[in-house]
Structures are given as structure tokens and as C-alpha cells.
């Protein structure tokens, strides 16, 4: 018996007169318990004709290196952050907020040369729908400069250079480059 002989069947049910009602609903609920166990079978008969569109090939990432922030309460990496930073968290401690200063360092050239400090300030009043943002200082002697300042996404360093320093790769889709000064967006939407 299949669901569709049922459909004469069942609409005589319906029609019985309400005296008969527990019994009608009895036969119809013996009757749908049958079509039951039919029904995934049935199911499984099935053929699905359409085809998926196929996926958009995707350009394959550059290789690099993540850039890992983490926490370093007392050490060398957070005083130096906390200098650079100091007028944000001055403002920060104007409104009662005290942010978590996460930090880290790598080299942006070969043979581990201009060490690079990479910043972030992470509190509720500091940071938005976008994340965090963080920033990255290069050393230069005793100074240090802001090279890439308050930009948001995960951070990896790439192979690839520009005039000496590696470029680096912010959110998987925005690469920057050394002009000799500063890094650059190649994007131009930061």
C-alpha cells in the first residue's frame, strides 16, 4: 500500500459522522502508522536532479607568518607598549576602563633585523564590532616609530619584501608594504 492509495481511504474517513469520530481517528492513526515506516523508503527512491552551482575558485593566500598577541604582564614588550601607548591609556583611565595590553615582536627583515612591535589595547570601551586594534612600531636606534597605526583583522607576516622590509598581510585580504618610511595600505580602504 502506498501513500497515494491512502488518499481515497482516508477521505472517507473524514466524512463519518462525529459518534464515530474515536474510531475514525483510531483507523486513521492505524492507517498513517502503515505509510510510516513506507514513507523514508520512499524517501531514499527519490532522485535529486539538480546540480549545485559550482564554488568560485579562490586565489590561493599568501604563505606568511601569524602574528600572535598575547599578554606579558611586567615584562620588557609591556613597558615598551605601555610608553607608546600612553595617551590612549591615559583617555582609557578617564572613563574608568583599563585595558589588557597584549604584545609581540618579529623581525621584518632577514637575519632578524628591525625588530617590529605589534600593540593592541583590548577593553570594552576600546575595541568595536571590528575587533581591536593594533599597531605596529618599528625600532629605529632608541626611537620608535608608528609604521601601521590602529588597524583591525588578524596580522601575518608574508615572504615577500619591499624595499628590505617583509610585507604584511592584515585579515587575510589587505597587504602592506614598506615604502621606505612607512607601511602602506595596497588596499587604500584603511
Given at each position: ?7 481515497p481511504a482516508l477521505a ?43 564554488a568560485a575558485p579562490q ?57 617590529a612591535l605589534f600593540v ?71
Amino acid at each position: 500500500m502506498t501513500p497515494f492509495s491512502l488518499k481515497p481511504a482516508l477521505a472517507g474517513l473524514l466524512r463519518v459522522s462525529s459518534h464515530a469520530a474515536p474510531t475514525a481517528l483510531a483507523l486513521g492513526g492505524l492507517l498513517l502508522a502503515c505509510t510510516l515506516p513506507a514513507a523514508p523508503a520512499l524517501a531514499r527512491k527519490a532522485t535529486h536532479r539538480a546540480k549545485a552551482p559550482a564554488a568560485a575558485p579562490q586565489a590561493p593566500r599568501p604563505a606568511g607568518h601569524p602574528v600572535v598577541l598575547t599578554a606579558h604582564p611586567g615584562s620588557g614588550l609591556e613597558a615598551v607598549a605601555r610608553s607608546l601607548s600612553a595617551d590612549e591609556l591615559k583617555e582609557a583611565a578617564r572613563h574608568h576602563d583599563h585595558p589588557i595590553i597584549l604584545t609581540a615582536s618579529a623581525p621584518l627583515a632577514p637575519g632578524h633585523k628591525n625588530m617590529a612591535l605589534f600593540v593592541q589595547l583590548q577593553s570594552a570601551g576600546m575595541c568595536g564590532s571590528a575587533g581591536c586594534a593594533t599597531s605596529v612600531f618599528l625600532r629605529h636606534g632608541k626611537k620608535w616609530d608608528n609604521v601601521i597605526d590602529s588597524v583591525n583583522g588578524g596580522m601575518s607576516i608574508l615572504p615577500t619584501r619591499h624595499q628590505g622590509l617583509y610585507d604584511i598581510l592584515i585579515d587575510n585580504d589587505d597587504k602592506w608594504i614598506w615604502n621606505g618610511k612607512t607601511y602602506q595600505d595596497t588596499l587604500g580602504g584603511h
